[in-house]
């Protein structure tokens, strides 16, 4: 047996670092002084992220991505995790339903959006639908040539600067026809109603949007009417295991971040590293990365040779549930072992503090994660989770 990563692995994974540090780390007070970053810095990250190759690492390359499996995505995001303001997010990738467009759609959508001269947003949450999508009321009426979408969406991350977003509706108000369309922002009756701020401060915005009776035509209905469920459950295992490995790599930059401050901080004439009580600390955040990484890793290899979706599904979400939680306790230690300084903004350690507290919530939250392992046990037994 042989868990030791290939000389290419080792090399995406060095290469993620530096582009990390060296790229995306300089804006992190840009974007935590601004609540975001300015269009010029935007643009000039636009470009390195080309320059580094790695724009669309999801996407096929036929199709303009860097056709990366499901592992060697895991190896970029636990790197990009490292950094604050959510600035990760600038390193484009379309989502994950796109690889289902038409040719032509692909085209018009997809290709531009791998290259970075078009940016896409996703739209499913509402006021009165969240972790339950069904009883979204956003609906697609049939027209002569098309359809005519109605209705509010919540929490649209990118809405700011994505030029098309894609709105979950349900066909004549189905749920059960439940669909995707393209909807180009710039269409009469797409409306931005308000942009909320939010605990955290990110590279771009998540405003809530009003579609008022927005024409399209049947070729912007993505996949087919009923598929509107189904494209986003594939998506989930990718979105899923992209949080797990940015919440190890954060984690690990506060660890990093705590046991430097750490060494050179003295009180009572010592070094507070000394003291058991910051040991202990120091200890237990590392042991709990270590647990949370060899997971990240071992699971994101099954899950990149394995067609099993309901055991990929399931073990998806204990992953995310385990990596989101762990990296909250970890941060909670290190904003403690940095004392008052743990609490101001200029701190690493205070931001991935605020930033990583979404990941509890977003793609699920951890009582939704736990719903599905705990279904998953009741359905198949208990061997997704124990048996490998
Ligand atoms: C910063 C941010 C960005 C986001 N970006 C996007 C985006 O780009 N596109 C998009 O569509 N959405 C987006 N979301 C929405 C996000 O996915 C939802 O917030 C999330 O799914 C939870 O839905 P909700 O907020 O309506 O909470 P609710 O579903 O109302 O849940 C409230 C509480 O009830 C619990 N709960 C709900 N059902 C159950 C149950 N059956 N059993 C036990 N507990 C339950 C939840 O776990 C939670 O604790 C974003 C959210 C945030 C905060």
């Known amino acids: 047996m042989d868990f030791a990563l290939s000389r290419e692995h080792l090399a995406l994974q060095a290469k993620a670092r530096r582009f990390a540090d060296e790229v995306l780390m ?14 010029a810095s935007l643009a000039a990250i636009n470009q390195q ?4 190759e790695f724009n669309a690492i ?3 390359r036929e199709d303009g991505g860097q056709g990366m499996s499901i592992f060697e995505q895991m190896l970029v995001d636990e790197q990009l995790g490292r950094i604050t303001g959510a600035i990760w997010d600038t390193v484009f990738r379309p989502a994950y339903p796109l690889r289902f467009a038409s040719q032509a759609q692909k085209h018009e959508y997809l290709i531009p959006t791998c290259l970075g001269t078009r940016r896409d947003a996703y739209a499913i949450t509402e006021a009165d639908a969240g972790s339950d ?12 040539n098309g359809f005519r979408i109605s209705g509010e969406k919540w929490f649209v991350t990118v809405g700011d600067v994505a030029d098309y977003i894609l709105v979950h509706a349900h066909v ?6 439940a669909a995707v369309f393209f909807v180009d922002k710039n269409l009469p009756g797409v409306v931005v109603k308000r942009t909320p701020k939010y605990t955290h401060h990110f590279a771009y915005k998540h405003p809530e949007f009003i579609f008022d009776q927005v024409e399209v035509g049947e070729d912007k209905l993505l996949g087919r009417i009923g598929d509107g469920f189904e494209l986003t459950k594939d998506w989930f295992v990718e979105a899923r295991l992209g949080i797990a490995a940015r919440c190890v790599g954060g984690a690990t930059r506060v660890l990093e ?14 070094s507070i590293r000394d003291f058991q009580a910051i040991e202990f600390m120091l200890a237990d955040m590392a042991v709990e990365i270590m647990a949370a990484k060899s997971m990240l890793y071992r699971l994101s290899w099954d899950i990149s040779q394995e067609s099993d979706r309901k055991r990929n599904h399931g073990r998806a979400a204990a992953l995310k549930l385990y990596c989101s939680e762990m990296v909250g306790r970890v941060c909670d230690r290190g904003v403690q072992i940095l004392g008052g300084r743990g609490y101001m903004r200029e701190q690493a350690v205070e931001r991935l503090w605020r930033d990583t507290r979404v990941d509890r919530i977003w793609e699920g939250t ?3 994660q736990r719903i599905i392992v705990g279904g998953q046990i009741k359905k198949r037994g208990t061997g997704t989770f124990t048996e490998w």
């Open 257 to 270: 971040e705590a046991n430097a401050f750490a060494a050179q901080r003295t009180q009572f004439g010592k």
């Open 133 to 144: 999508p069904r009883q979204c009321v956003t609906r697609a009426d049939r027209t002569g």
């Open 26 to 39: 300089p804006y992190e007070m840009e974007c935590e002084d601004n609540d975001g970053l300015s269009a």
């Open 49 to 52: 992220v080309l320059s580094w």
């Open 58 to 60: 999801n996407q096929a």
């Open 366 to 368: 951890s009582e939704i």
């Open 172 to 177: 004549d108000g189905d749920a059960d026809r």
